[in-house]
């Protein structure tokens, strides 16, 4: 326990403690702001995810972890920054900082003791990392799964809650706009959302400092089975804790089928190192088809093909694209690729856009798209646009395509997993490596990219069929360059070669816009930002393979230092 | 026939701006094999940091000679200082990377840069630019085609950039330097040369072409906008590798070659593939043969790939 | 070691058990000084390169919403503004039109700004009974106008859809009789933008210029965004037309005249609404002159209300200018405070409020900024008045107005 009872540690615990006190007290002296400020008692808003940081400062602190002081200043920094932004934004909405509550700047005074007390500690006196095991007992293997399952139910908790934080404007009182662009009045009508992502983000650090992420990853690699099955389980029971709201479950339909198709987009991109810029294009093949032959009146054609014909054709018709994308671009490096790839893109878009019987056949109505597309039907009546109930559980009729959408993702990532682990995928990483070696141990080059752009086309045109029926609708708008951007940038960020990896980014591309509406404007310039910060910071993404680890940081000082190579020896003097 | 003359010269024009904003995409490529997707941002910097130091520094009732040459230091400026600032902190850090990082940084960088001019300078429409040099002047070519005077500076500034680049890099230390540099950096800081500061320097001089190219093109249509690059840029990337990526008069000549193919399909392009709705789509079609035929483009040579 | 694994299982089980005690946190339908609080919600792109139009949609709406709540329009009532941004984009418009749906308090949406927006967002209002003015959409379908061309009866495809603004089966002929009857013209070239509204203004106008006797040229399309049109006019130049149609909006359009006056094709330019915007003579400098635009509406400097909507506005202090939409949303979001009113003095509320609302919207017949606001069968403005403007001198002065027969 504490060994550490130096008048520095504990100014650094009694600042935690009072910040965790704190989030108890009333934050404001007004009504209104997010998260029923003026109440004190249960720590609504913000106040929650101080408390979080607060006491996960207080429990490093106390219980002595490896890596404590470096923790605590974590834990120390993140608190801080949300208390203060809180502070001052219930500042501002309030009309003046007479009218925020005595616990707010008490939670603030908490952190700057907590911060100064923690970096002021020396980190020299820290223990090095180190991943914990279980020891080797007969429980071990239960107690793993178990924990594994753990993760998946805080997975599915955490998304649960960021989606329910409400980000409305408010429109009442004059807005500020600083700068042209920074509304004050989104920012604190989205200021709960933000806190929690500071939060959460601050927790992780914390949590990876003390290396409880190291550990946890380390099991979850170990308990492949349970991880599955809880992956599984949690993604059925989402729709039943949006308490019949469909507005959680249409932006959980809408990151299912983004989230197949950077699946998709993994396998060209991450597995076999094509760089591919106009990858949306599939996808809206898929889409297109499955708008044309919906049946619709709005679509130029009227066929009509059930629908399990329908996402079988509009794969294969994507697949046929694929190797026509693929053919003439089998000689070229991988930057032209790029520019080839996005040529098609371009193609394709204004292609859907002319193809209205003016300026091209008449196959595709044009700009305005194909609209009104109806909801899918299974023979013997089923229909998936109404409401249905389960377990006694009212559930609205996205839900419907959410469950569908877990089977295509099931799919998807089942087609991934086989084939990266077959020969099939060897040979793409050796072709991403050294094509010329790969050709020189007889690997056909030619045969295989076709086949990855045939495959990763595939995945992303059955997405796209289901796509159109949750969205209604196939426009030209939807299917532009920066759409490929924003799933390559899914890919990336979430951890290329891995498939939790594609899936995670995939909800962060789809979900940070949804939610920091209070950007506005910005939104997209963020974007940016944060893809430079990425690519500096960690660009193997969040949830990497190894092998990209090592790729990304081969003589990297950070790589090392998360071994603790360079940690000095225990005992040794700074 | 003066039809075809005519949509010629409209061709030649179209084609001078993006010859001289591939130069840029051309030079750093051959040093460093990035492909710059912020290059047309640099080129939005240049146009935007004339209109800068016309409206804001310039007194009023300045000279128009005097006025224009500011206005091109102005322009430079800005964008050489955008290009030397993405250099050293997004680029420089990534340069062993595999390839993907780069690449996804500069993605990133033009999207923070397009969205920082749109939401900070402008009021949200483009920017009407001061058109110093008379648009409706038109110089007779000769058989009733027309150009005009701010188009014709366009093409000779093209015309002279490409020289003065290309003699630059072949008879300069300088250019010898960064000719080095592409065939071998490993050698040539055996031999002393700072590549460092040699890869600065291409990012230097693609960013001034591409500054001369924004104010030629404010000047010509009288407004500056912070899209104009992205469109630009995609097409004037796509000249560079139609005439082989890492060649100087490929690049214009991809330029010139893509300008006129664009304004020939909106012409001549069997209805209903003619038009300008099709236009762009023809010119990666070019491309795309192009490469099919030629993987290296027009120019290109084949270089050994990098381990 | 003991530590670490009592600090693994003890942190973990501490903050569970704090987090499952934020379980159930819902955001409650807040009242505030003892009113109830109802929400207008408004579906628009806030951000982008719509961002200033999508804006001033917002914008009109919220002054609608100030004044009511000033004037205490409705006893017991708090209005508040719900806007989302639909990015201009389909997709998205769907899924903020699921957002304001769910949400309870909300009573009618003012938007979309784009009709390609519209027909994600029509079928969802329609399906919750929701009510969507909008201020923008000049789309035929929307309304199933589109039978009409094709000689068959109109059906409504969506109850609870209404605009404020004239379609382009209205627009489109107006102007093209103007051009042909009153201006004499006889060869006319189409030129769109190849984007929803613009092309079907234009198909529109050159049907009726065919009509009404005039040759129109093979239509012309350009891409937006582009600034180089020195192909398009030399190949219009070589057929010499006498008047050009633009469908689209303002940016490129006037792109299009200063090059085409350069150039030596000394013709007008004319447009739908998309045009009549002040940015377009900024931009065009004198090449605009001569030009011409129609929109909806009789000019606002003869109605009262007209200039005291601008006046207003203008004193609300907005960042993004209020044309070309923010009048019609003023309009729209009134129509709904109004249909409240009535609605909600008969003590209903949820569902059957919106119900309801949708029902006196449909009935609504009042004095607006833009004109009389009310509403046919199928959901389109009766206001048919609409007038072509001139530029003159560096400015848009009415020269026409009349009511579309």
């Known amino acids: 326990m504490m060994r550490d009872r130096s008048p520095v540690s504990l100014l650094a615990i009694a600042g935690a403690a009072v910040q965790a006190v704190a989030c108890f007290l009333p934050w404001s002296q007004f009504a209104g702001f997010p998260g029923e400020m003026l109440n004190s008692g249960y720590p609504g808003g913000a106040r929650m995810y101080v408390l979080f940081l607060a006491v996960a400062g207080l429990a490093v602190l106390v219980l002595d972890p490896p890596r404590r002081a470096a923790a605590a200043r974590a834990a120390g920094a993140w608190s801080l920054a949300v208390s203060l932004l809180t502070a001052l934004l219930i500042g501002y909405a309030g009309g003046g900082l007479v009218n925020v509550g005595t616990g707010a700047w008490v939670a603030v005074g908490g952190a700057v003791a907590l911060t100064v007390g923690a970096y002021l500690l020396d980190l020299g006196q820290d223990r090095p990392l180190t991943v914990w095991h279980l020891p080797d007992v007969p429980w071990r293997q239960p107690a793993e799964i178990v924990l594994t399952l753990g993760v998946a139910g805080l997975a599915l908790w955490g998304f649960v809650v960021g989606l329910g934080i409400p980000d409305s404007t408010i429109a009442n009182g004059d807005d500020h706009v600083i700068l042209r662009a920074f509304s004050l009045n989104a920012i604190t009508a989205g200021s709960e959302f933000l806190s929690f992502l500071l939060g959460i983000i601050g927790l992780f650090v914390i949590a990876s400092r003390v290396g409880i992420v190291a550990s946890v990853s380390a099991v979850t690699q170990r308990q492949r089975a349970a991880l599955v099955v809880g992956a599984s389980v949690v993604a059925i029971a989402f729709p039943f804790t949006q308490g019949g709201s469909p507005y959680g479950l249409r932006i959980a339909a809408s990151i299912g089928v983004f989230a197949a198709a950077a699946v998709g987009l993994n396998i060209v991109v991450g597995l076999a190192g094509l760089l591919d810029l106009g990858y949306i294009a599939f996808f809206g093949v898929g889409a297109y088809f499955a708008a044309i032959y919906s049946g619709t009146s709005t679509s130029p054609i009227h066929t009509t093909l059930p629908f399990f014909l329908v996402i079988v054709l509009g794969a294969l018709v994507a697949a046929v694209f694929g190797v026509v994308l693929g053919a003439p671009t089998l000689r070229l490096r991988g930057d032209y690729l790029a520019i080839v790839t996005l040529g098609f893109g371009e193609i394709f878009r204004i292609s859907v856009n002319n193809f209205d019987g003016s300026s091209g056949p008449s196959l595709t109505n044009g700009p305005n798209g194909v609209s009104n597309i109806p909801d899918l039907k299974l023979p013997g009546g089923f229909s998936f646009g109404d409401n249905h109930s389960l377990f006694g559980v009212e559930l ?34 050796a072709i991403r490596e050294d094509e010329l070696a790969a050709a020189a141990t007889g690997i056909n080059t030619t045969r295989l990219k076709l086949l990855a752009f045939a495959l990763g086309a595939t995945l992303a045109g059955m997405a796209g069929t289901v796509d159109a029926h949750v969205v209604k609708v196939a426009a030209p708008d939807s299917f532009t360059f920066i759409e490929s951007t924003l799933l390559l940038a899914a890919v990336i960020l979430g951890g290329m070669g891995t498939v939790p990896g594609a899936l995670l980014g995939a909800s962060l591309v789809y979900l940070l816009p949804e939610k920091l509406r209070f950007l506005q404007d910005l939104r997209l310039m963020f974007f940016g930002l944060t ?29 090392l230092d998360r071994a603790g190579a360079l940690d000095p020896p225990p005992g040794a003097h700074a | 026939m003066q039809l075809f003359l005519q949509q010629l010269v409209n061709g030649i024009v179209l084609g001078a701006t993006y010859g001289l904003v591939a130069l840029g995409y051309t ?49 430079m400026v800005v964008s050489i200082t955008a290009a030397v600032v993405m250099e050293r902190f997004a680029y420089r850090p990534l340069r062993g990377a595999p390839r993907l990082a780069p690449l996804i940084t500069a993605l990133g960088v033009s999207i923070f840069l397009q969205e920082l001019v749109r939401n900070f300078y402008t009021a949200k429409s483009p920017r009407p630019f001061p058109q110093l040099i008379d648009p409706t002047y038109q110089v007779q070519l000769g058989g009733g085609v027309t150009i005009s005077l701010p188009k014709l500076v366009t093409v000779t500034a093209a015309v002279l950039g490409m020289v003065a680049l290309s003699s630059f890099v072949r008879k300069s230390r300088t250019g010898r330097a960064m000719q080095a540099t592409a065939q071998d950096p490993d050698t040539a800081r055996l031999m002393g040369i700072d590549t460092d500061r040699i890869i600065v320097t291409a990012f230097v001089l693609g960013a001034a072409l591409a500054a001369i190219s924004g104010l030629s093109n404010g000047l010509q249509f009288g407004q500056v906008d912070p899209r104009m690059g992205a469109l630009t840029g995609v097409k004037a990337f796509t000249a560079a590798v139609l005439g082989g990526i890492g060649n100087i008069s490929g690049a214009v000549l991809g330029g010139f070659i893509l300008g006129i193919v664009e304004v020939m399909a909106t012409q001549y392009a069997p209805s209903p593939l003619s038009g300008g709705a099709w236009a762009q789509a023809w010119g990666f079609v070019v491309l795309i043969l192009v490469l099919v035929f030629r993987p290296y483009g027009l120019l290109g040579e084949r270089v050994a790939a990098r381990a | 070691m003991h530590t670490p694994r009592i600090a693994r299982v003890a942190v ?10 934020a379980c159930g946190n819902k955001k409650e339908n807040g009242s505030s000084g003892g009113n109830k609080t109802l929400t207008i919600g408004v579906v628009a792109p806030l951000s982008g390169d719509l961002s200033a139009v999508g ?10 919403i100030k004044q009511a709540n000033a004037a205490k329009t409705i006893k017991g009532v708090t209005l508040v503004m719900d806007a989302q941004d639909d990015t201009a984009k389909a997709d998205v418009g769907a899924q903020v039109a699921a957002k304001l749906v769910a949400e309870s308090s909300v009573v009618g949406v003012v938007g979309p700004l784009n009709s390609s927006v519209a027909k994600s967002v029509a079928p969802v209002m329609a399906q919750a009974d929701l009510a969507l003015i909008s201020p923008s959409n000049s789309g035929v379908d929307l309304t199933g106008r589109d039978a009409l061309a094709a000689g068959k009866t109109q059906v409504r495809p969506y109850k609870s859809y209404f605009r404020v603004c004239a379609t382009d089966d209205i627009q489109g002929p107006f102007g093209a009789d103007y051009a042909v009857k009153d201006l004499g013209k006889k060869k006319i070239a189409i030129v769109h933008d190849k984007k929803a509204y613009g092309q079907g203004l234009a198909t529109a106008f050159a049907a009726q210029a065919k009509k009404d006797g005039a040759t129109v040229l093979p239509t012309e399309t350009i891409n937006p965004g582009d600034k180089d049109f020195s192909a398009l006019i030399t190949k219009l130049k070589s057929e010499s ?15 299009i005249t200063k090059q085409m006056k350069a150039a030596g094709l000394n013709i007008p330019l004319a447009g739908g609404d998309g045009v009549d915007a002040a940015d377009y003579i900024k931009i065009a400098g004198s090449a605009a002159n001569g030009d011409y635009a129609t929109a909806l509406g009789a000019p606002t400097d003869k109605l009262d209300s007209a200039k005291q909507f601008l006046a207003d506005y203008k ?16 309009d729209a979001a009134n129509a709904i405070i109004k249909a409240l009113a009535k609605s909600y003095g008969e003590g209903k509320s949820g569902q059957a409020l919106r119900d309801e609302i949708v029902k006196e919207v449909q009935d609504s017949d009042f004095a607006g900024v833009t004109g009389q606001i009310s509403f046919d069968q199928f959901g389109d403005t009766n206001n048919k008045v609409l007038t072509v403007y001139k530029v003159e001198n560096g400015a848009f002065v009415p020269a026409k107005t009349d009511s579309f027969k």
Request: proline share 6%; glycine share 12%; no cysteine.
């Open chain 1, 531 to 559: 893809l430079i910060l990425i690519m500096r910071l960690r660009p193997e993404g969040i949830i990497a393979s190894k092998r990209r680890q090592r790729e990304f940081h081969e003589t990297d000082a950070t790589a």
């Open chain 3, 315 to 330: 004193a609300a202090g907005y960042s993004d200018p209020a044309d070309p939409y923010g009048a019609a949303a003023f």
């Open chain 3, 241 to 255: 037309p006498d008047y050009l149609f633009y469908g689209g909006e303002y940016p490129e359009a006037s792109l």
């Open chain 2, 27 to 75: 030079m750093v490529y051959g040093i460093v094999q990035l492909i710059n997707f912020a290059h047309g941002e640099i080129y939005m910097l240049g146009g935007f940091g004339a209109l800068f130091t016309y409206t804001v520094l310039l007194p009023a009732g300045t000279p128009t000679g005097v006025a224009l040459v500011l206005m091109l230091l102005g322009g």
């Open chain 3, 55 to 64: 804006n001033g949609i917002k914008n009109g709406v919220d002054l609608a």
């Open chain 1, 396 to 429: 609205p009729f996205q839900a419907n395509y959410f469950f569908l959408e877990i089977l295509l993702v099931a799919f998807v990532m089942f087609a991934f997993l086989r084939l990266a682990e077959s020969r099939i995928g060897r040979a793409w990483v």
């Open chain 3, 12 to 21: 973990p089980i501490i903050i569970g058990a704090l987090a499952l005690s």
